[in-house]
């Protein structure tokens, strides 16, 4: 049975998050596509039977069905008890028309340290390298392919808009397989016609290399899984994206698939454990997948972290920028587009940070993102500069890969255990930590580090994905945010953590800079360890905050849930944005 959930626990950020994010009131066309879940499959195709609307496409993975409905369906099904039913939202990769109003004008230039600079043997710059970023360096990744750590053996997914074999990017017999679920498609991936998933895959795991044989990805020599759910415009919907989820998580087996990276999100509408995709993603979290987000571009302001990166289980990256100095370490920054935390539901995110600004990697001259930001490719390299935490997700899960050839028995929380104890926060020159923990989470990310650690039980603490998914328990985490409207963390027993300090790395207020640069250093020491990564049941006994007065006059429900207790369904119009464009940084 179904327990009852307490809204009351989450006013108060709720009704902070209004000022950051306009919430959309549930309104909508009511003849439309539509997700319908019910107890099993089976049961939600006689219930579409029963109201005379058509099955279109089974998503086992969260016992749903696909389908359209008119007004006359859409009102029976509302009130069949057991029945949810989701609009099947709107998704278009992260790129907007954010890139037409502040494209990149010129080459990227950078300031390279002649101690440092790679040439082509003649002391002369190689054009490629003069526009190469540094992201394996920054994290680590050279040392450890070095080491013969190349992700080899290791399968990675990525749900995007397909791939573009560059061949220098040596693909070969690495792609073990592809899939085009696009509108109900099962046919193999057939290129990228918008360019986005051949950025991230090259990112994560292409095998080019530069002058000097180093490589420029993260794991060159892992296998690869294409799933392909959106189109060559970068639109998508719900129901494309779990059902390559659904896919992913059915051939897990066959092509031993360890990591998944989802370069894309959406607004929250709903509680994490309500929202469709997030289901989705927590099975695949479940089946032993690790899971890998963006936290989106729709940074600075608090609480704007994406779906499914707004799921507690998963591993949500923001993005960090090295000011076009790639050899020069000391003015890195975190990107002032990349999403900040809290989530809705108090959990921090997101859990790290890697690198996003400006990066460089594989892309057809032929598309789309070629075409409309043209100033942004380097035709005789076939690579594109692009922003966001899009690529930083790509990074994480390259670094993945990494761990898990270095010890394939890690679990899912295991990796993601060691990759925020590994992790370095940017600290200023007096050795406060120059963002907060809802922005930076634990840090950079370094993946020497992460492959060395040995720590265990330090994420996902006090959390259960079978009983999540199975509706008998919910969490939270210990966000909160005071009366003047600064997000801090807290224990439950109702004390605080640095509530009294504004730069204590554990209270947010945007009071933070960001247009200054800062070490990412090893030695500092969370003073609380990963408590922050705790999470706590709801439930009818529990009050969360003792020591501030919840906001009155804001109910939740009436404008974000997609459905209630009682079955009825809200609907939500706005299409969602997965990683708009920004300019780059």
Known sequence: MRTRHIVSTLIALAAAAVTHAAVPSPAGPADGRYIVQAATVTVAYRDLARVGAKSERSLAIINAVSTHLNPRQLARLRKTVGVRVFEDRS????????????????????????????????????????????????VGADTLQQSGITGRGVTVAVLDSGLWQDPAQNYGSRLLASIDVLNGGSGPVKGDAYGHGTHVTSIAAGGAMN????????????????????????????????????????NQKKYKIRVVNLSFGATPESYYWDDPLAQAVMKAWQA??????????????????????????????????????????TDDRLASFSSTGPTYEGFVKPEMVAPGGHIVASMSSSSYLANIDPDSMLLTENLFTMSGTSMAAAV???????MLQSDPALTPDEVKCRLLASSHPAVTSGGKLAYSVFQQGAGLINAVSAVNSSATGCANIGLNVSADLAGTEHFGGPANVNSSGSYYIMNMAGSTWGAAQSADGYTWSQGYAWDQGYSW??????SQGYSWS????????????????????YTWAKSVPWWTSSGSSAVATTPASIENWVPNQ
Do not use: C, H
């Open 521 to 526: 250093s090893e030695g500092y020491l969370w």
């Open 211 to 250: 002058l000097s044989g180093s490589y420029l990805s993260i794991a060159p020599q892992a296998n690869l899984v294409i799933v392909r759910a959106f189109d060559g415009t970068g639109a998508g919907r719900y129901a494309d994206v779990i059902a390559g989820l659904n896919w992913i998580v059915a």
């Open 91 to 138: 998704l278009v990769t992260e790129q907007s028309l954010l890139s037409l109003l502040s494209p990149v004008t010129s080459p990227v230039v950078m300031t390279v340290s002649s101690l440092t600079t790679p040439t082509d043997g003649k002391g002369e710059l190689a054009p490629s390298l003069l526009y190469q970023t540094n992201y394996p360096m920054l």
């Open 534 to 553: 705790q999470a706590y049941t709801w439930n009818n006994s529990y009050t969360w905050a003792k020591s501030y007065t919840w906001a009155k006059g």
């Open 396 to 402: 994480t899960t390259g670094v993945v890969a990494l």
């Open 288 to 329: 032993g997948i690790v899971v890998v987000t963006a936290a989106g571009n729709e940074g600075p302001g608090a609480m704007t972290i994406d779906v499914p990166g707004n799921v507690p289980y998963v591993i949500t990256t923001g993005a960090l920028t090295d000011n076009y100095t790639p050899y020069n370490l």
